[in-house]
């Protein structure tokens, strides 16, 4: 039994959704405008602002698909109304973040700096040398963004430096001992 399927997703206001053939799913709000092409076996209704979705029969792949379903659409309904950010820290003598217009600028002990162009619905802010924000309404874009740029430099286990989100705890591991 899904219990995230079954829970109801309450549409604030400002949100309109419109599912169209094959459930293929549109949500407008103030940020933006998000579709997606969902499952067909899955029924979605709604009533009096609250969206419900339901499986047609119990079998596996339909199991499998409800509590997705249903938060695909949850997740779309946050991203129009209040969106997703995504929080790195660079540590790491000398390694640091600029912006210039629509490209990010890195440096990170490479024998160049790279330069990283924003891609479509995702603005990067860089508030000091070494903090970035990724801020999107898609969550699968500014997690995928947020990890190719982590994926440049990820944080080592012996000194700590690297990229790394927010809150991340990194295991240490102590390092060579001489005789």
Do not use: C, W
């Not at 959704?17 to 940020?31: L, T």
């Not at 969902?38 to 419900?52: T, Y």
């Not at 938060?71 to 995504?86: A, C, P, Q, R, S």
């Amino acid at each position: 039994m899904s219990r995230i399927g079954l829970k109801p997703i309450d549409l604030p206001k400002g949100v309109e959704i419109k599912v169209g053939e094959e459930n293929m799913v549109e949500v407008k709000g103030p940020k933006g405008t998000l579709s997606q092409q969902l499952p067909k076996e899955m029924e979605i209704s709604i009533e009096d602002g609250v969206l419900n979705v339901a499986r047609p029969s119990e079998t596996k792949r339909n199991r499998a698909f409800h509590g997705l379903t249903r938060t695909l659409i949850h997740n779309m309904v946050v991203g129009v109304t209040d969106g997703f950010e995504k929080v790195l820290e660079i540590e790491g003598t000398g390694y640091r973040a600029q912006k210039n217009g629509k490209v990010l600028n890195l440096t990170l002990g490479f024998s160049h700096p790279l330069d990283l162009t924003d891609p479509e619905g995702i603005e990067v802010e860089v508030p000091a040398q070494n903090k970035i924000i990724v801020r999107g309404i898609d969550k699968q874009l500014v997690g995928n963004y947020a990890a190719k740029i982590r994926g440049y430099r990820p944080p080592e286990p012996y000194k700590g430096k690297g990229i790394r989100y927010q809150g991340e705890y990194i295991r240490r591991k102590v390092g060579k001992t001489g005789k």
